[in-house]
């Protein structure tokens, strides 16, 4: 059985924060409880302070208790770390709280105030890696047509954009880390095409550079290896969570979540980035919408519009 614990915004209340919460360990990890977090975001408990219902206004943010995935304004965020219930209260992880919840909600906690006006887009793959491929499209042929009509939109909307490739050439990883860092540009943004063995899964996927203390969405051990990537890790999950959300918007697409990665585009840059997977070649749906030129075109409008929304936030902030 599923049970979603609700925090819900209050505009009263702003980021009113609680007093020092008593603090406890689960496996070794640092675990705070969810009241006292949701506190930390702005967030209230309505129904029975402390309980486990929450009431919501606005903005959101339900966790799956045992399970590292919160649904933050019906969005799913993969968490470094599940909520677990412990002597009758939830808890969640202190880096959650730090790296997760805080930036994601609208205390955006830990997000550094920068000006927007030059970005790098990655088009994944290229030259003689092509990447996921079907009889009839090929990844680095599809990131290089998305990302071509992304930095068109971008400029026509007055950004200075680079991309690190723009024809079928090979760029190696580090070197488009490197490009980033020459340009000096404010945000990094890959794009690919995910394939997999089973031809079911569908939707998009965001991630951002696993922050040091946690393990990857996908599995493996929690590593304390820090890159210069991190520095930015609040703003890369508000970029991350504002180009997925204008991303399912616009595409209607299914919502695989915001997840973390330490790939290697996303470890050596020195600017808030994220690597986006627009779908999945290897489903025959999905591979038929990536064909379309209108499809495609919803995908580079969501991209634009989750970089327009990232500048809303961080220079007002
Ligand atoms: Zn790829």
């Known amino acids: 059985m599923r049970r979603f614990i609700t925090f819900g915004a209050s505009a009263l209340l702003g980021c009113a924060v609680a007093a020092a919460p008593p603090e406890i360990r689960i496996s070794g990890i640092p675990y705070t409880p969810a009241g006292h977090a949701a506190a930390n975001c702005g967030m209230y408990s309505?129904?029975?302070?402390?309980?486990?219902?929450?009431?919501?206004?606005?903005e959101s943010l339900q966790f799956t208790p045992e399970k590292p995935l919160c649904i933050y304004n019906g969005i799913k965020v993969h968490q470094c770390f599940p909520a677990r219930w412990r002597n009758g209260a939830l808890y969640v992880s202190r880096l959650d709280l730090a790296k997760t919840l805080l930036p994601l909600s609208s205390a955006r906690t830990g997000v550094v105030r920068h000006r927007v006006r030059s970005i790098t887009i990655d088009p994944g793959h290229g030259g003689r890696d092509q990447g996921a491929a079907t009889r009839r499209l090929r990844e680095k042929i599809a990131t290089l047509l998305l990302?071509?009509?992304?930095?068109?939109?971008?400029?026509?909307?007055?950004?200075?954009?680079?991309?690190?490739?723009?024809?079928?050439?090979?760029?190696?990883?580090?070197?488009?880390?490197?490009?980033?860092?020459a340009a000096r540009s404010d945000l990094f943004v890959s794009i690919h095409v995910n394939a997999a063995a089973n031809r079911s899964l569908q939707?998009?996927?965001?991630?951002?550079?696993?922050?040091?203390?946690?393990?990857?969405?996908?599995g493996g051990k929690p590593s304390q290896t820090s890159f210069s990537g991190n520095r930015d890790d609040a703003n890369n999950l508000l970029l991350a969570y504002l180009i997925q959300r204008a991303l399912l918007r616009r595409s209607g697409a299914v919502d695989r979540g915001i997840k973390r990665a330490r790939f290697a585009v996303l470890r050596d840059i020195n600017a808030p980035g994220v690597l986006v997977e627009v779908g999945f070649l290897s489903n025959p749906r999905e591979e038929q919408r990536l064909l379309d030129p209108a499809y495609r075109e919803k995908l580079a409008r969501g991209i634009a519009e989750g970089i327009v929304a990232y500048q809303r936030v961080v220079e007002r902030k």
């Open 147 to 181: 990302a071509s009509r992304v930095c068109e939109i971008l400029r026509r909307c007055n950004y200075q954009v680079n991309l690190t490739r723009g024809s079928d050439r090979y760029v190696p990883l580090g070197e488009r880390c490197r490009l980033q860092r």
């Open 46 to 58: 309505a129904r029975n302070g402390g309980g486990t219902s929450f009431a919501r206004s606005g």
């Open 203 to 218: 939707g998009i996927e965001t991630y951002a550079l696993t922050p040091a203390g946690a393990a990857s969405t996908s």
